[in-house]
Each structure stands twice: as C-alpha cells, then as structure tokens.
T-cell receptor
Framework: DQQVKQNSPSLSVQEGRISILNCDYT??????FLWYKKYPAEGPTFLIS?????DKNEDGRFTVFLNKSAKHLSLHIVPSQPGDSAVYFC????????????FGAGTRLTVKP | DAGVTQSPTHLIKTRGQQVTLRCSPK?????VSWYQQALGQGPQFIFQ???????QRGNFPDRFSGHQFPNYSSELNVNALLLGDSALYLC???????????FGPGTRLTVL
C-alpha cells in the first residue's frame, strides 16, 4: 500500500532557481512529516520536518509546506545549488505509531550549474 | 561522534542461504529500525527494536528476524533467501519516541 507518493521521479533545475519537490499521502493519521536527502553510497540524511499543527517550517534555504486538507506537502529549496543534487525522500508517521515511518519512492533532483 | 555504522558493505548470497547484517547505532541512541530499499523505491520499514525487544513490525515475512543487544547494536537475519530479497538494507537509529532517525550507509545484498 503506497501511503506516501512522490509522483515525480526526477526534477532538473538551474542553479539559483527554486526547486519544488512534491509529496502526497493518503493516511489521515499521519501527523509528522520529514524530508530526507540521499547521496549515492550513503544512507538518507535528515533534512527538515514538519508537524501537522503547522503549515510551514523553514530552515535556511529549505522550506516545507503542509496542506492537510489536500494531504500534500512540498519542499522548496531556494536558491538551488549544484550540491543539492541528490534523491529526496518524503516520509510520514503518526503520533501513536512513530515506529512505522512510511517513505515515498523519492525524487532525483539535478541542479545544473 | 560516530554515526550509524553497518557491516558488511556488500554481500552476495545464493537462494536458500541465510544472511546476518549488523548495525551499530549513533552514540546515545537506544532505538534501531531496519528498512529494505529495493531499486527505484523508497525505504520500507521492516521492524524496530527498543530495549532488546521488537516493538513494531512492517509487512515482512517471518524469514526476517532481528535482535538487539544490551549495547543497543542490532542484527537483521534473513533466512531462506529469495531473489526478491536483493536490496539495500538500511539501519536507522534514534532516541525513543524521537521522529528523526539517523541512517547508516546500508548493506547491499545481492541474491543469485
């Protein structure tokens, strides 16, 4: 059951522009959402998270937006840098069951110099 | 401060064999989770260990089992290997009840 979906397998943007990565979920019990970044031959690295009580969380160049009614979240990277090129995974969990974190299939971001 | 470490890095087995993967959590972490990441997919939750007990389990058959030791390190065992078990196996550690998990580099298992 694909409870977390990232429908864009890849995204290519120019350096300095905005990157927007999208994620949809189906389980209304999810109330905590995370973004992970993964470079080749490395494990996923935590990037940013958001609780369902918020609709926005910002950390430097990274901002995550949550639209609970649409069951949609997005990660904005501004400005994009070549070092941001990686696979980005969206993940979700619920308060009472945080042990079971569900991941999307990932979006490969390429930032061109 | 060492992060999450996993061994071995790569492993090749044949169908029907058994395999053991190992994980040492980040210093100070007491909870270990295991994930399977097939090619082109996101990580799928296998199970989580806390206080040496399996606390939660994903949709994986009993061929997948684990263990956590008193020093919080963990093992993942897979019996009767199938071709479909070929994947990257990721270990993640965290503090109990913390959402943010720290991942190791993974073990690439190939079943021939």
């Amino acid at each position: 059951d694909q409870q977390v979906k990232q429908n864009s397998p890849s995204l290519s943007v120019q350096e300095g522009r905005i990157s927007i990565l999208n994620c949809d979920y189906t389980n209304s019990m999810f109330d905590y959402f995370l973004w992970y970044k993964k470079y080749p031959a490395e494990g996923p690295t935590f990037l940013i998270s958001i609780s369902s009580i918020k609709d926005k969380n910002e950390d430097g160049r990274f901002t995550v937006f949550l639209n609970k009614s649409a069951k949609h979240l997005s990660l904005h990277i501004v400005p994009s840098q070549p070092g941001d090129s990686a696979v980005y995974f969206c993940a979700a969990s619920d308060l009472g069951n945080n042990n079971d974190m569900r991941f999307g299939a990932g979006t490969r971001l390429t930032v061109k110099p | 401060d060492a992060g999450v470490t996993q061994s071995p890095t790569h492993l090749i087995k044949t169908r029907g064999q058994q395999v053991t993967l190992r994980c040492s959590p980040k210093s100070g972490h007491d909870t270990v989770s295991w994930y399977q990441q097939a090619l082109g997919q996101g990580p799928q939750f296998i199970f989580q260990y806390y206080e040496e007990e399996e606390r939660q389990r994903g949709n994986f058959p009993d061929r997948f089992s684990g263990h956590q030791f008193p020093n919080y390190s963990s093992e993942l065992n897979v019996n009767a290997l199938l071709l479909g078990d070929s994947a990257l196996y990721l270990c993640a550690s965290s503090l109990e009840l913390a959402y943010e998990q720290f991942f190791g580099p993974g073990t690439r298992l190939t079943v021939l």
